[in-house]
């Protein structure tokens, strides 16, 4: 969901990268070989979360994406408790993640907790509503461009000559509907092509 910020990667590295991250940060600012933690402090179970390994990088940014990835791999492998504790975790760090709402949302809906999946969807476009907007419209178009295909290929197959008034009628109603689908998403080539057909399938009605 995240732009601009190399958000997206594959979805079997999701965890690889994320335990990169901390160890990158941990070499960065030499966290590795300063105060090493004693072996025989226990850490506190309720501060671990899968996301977070002792010791853990002081860069709450780092941290936070590092939780948002491991949350949102944990949602493709479909572990939806994991991806809501990880994600959680995100929002804590960084409660201006409209990104992590969006995707705790998404584990929500999948264990049909229906009520905290529409607080977070809710949250989410507060955050910042054009950005989930166009990234739901981006996830949209692919579909509507073959739906609007369809339409148009159906509708040319039953305006053709000798197919009945009736096939001829429906198959302009299925190019009205392409022509409505390309216009939505707009796609000037696609309108261009439906209108042709229009016009054509109108002409042997007549």
């Known amino acids: 969901m995240k732009k601009n910020q190399n958000k997206r990667y594959p979805l079997a590295s999701q965890i690889t990268l994320g335990v990169m991250m901390i160890w990158l940060s941990l070499t960065s600012n030499g966290l590795a070989q300063a105060n090493p933690i004693e072996p025989d402090?226990?850490?506190?179970?309720?501060?671990?979360?899968?996301?977070e390994r002792e010791p853990i990088a002081n860069d709450i940014e780092m941290m936070a994406e590092a939780c948002?990835?491991?949350?949102?791999?944990?949602?493709?492998?479909?572990?939806?408790?994991?991806?809501?504790?990880a994600l959680t975790r995100a929002i804590?760090?960084?409660?201006?993640?409209?990104?992590?709402?969006a995707w705790r949302a998404v584990a929500y809906d999948a264990l049909?907790?229906?009520?905290?999946a529409i607080q977070d969807s809710r949250e989410a476009v507060r955050l910042n509503a054009d950005h989930v907007l166009s990234d739901w419209l981006s996830r949209q178009r692919p579909a509507d461009e073959e739906d609007a295909y369809d339409l148009l290929s159906t509708g040319r197959r039953l305006c053709e000559p000798g197919n009945g008034l009736d096939n001829r009628s429906t198959g302009l109603g299925k190019l009205q509907a392409a022509l409505d689908s390309y216009i939505r998403i707009r796609d000037e080539a696609g309108a261009r092509q439906a209108s042709e057909a229009i016009r054509l399938c109108r002409r042997r009605q007549t």
């Open 41 to 51: 402090v226990p850490s506190d179970p309720a501060q671990t979360i899968v996301c």
């Open 92 to 101: 804590e760090l960084n409660p201006n993640d409209s990104d992590a709402y």
């Open 68 to 85: 948002y990835r491991l949350g949102v791999g944990s949602i493709d492998r479909g572990r939806y408790e994991e991806a809501i504790a």
């Open 112 to 116: 049909n907790n229906v009520e905290a």
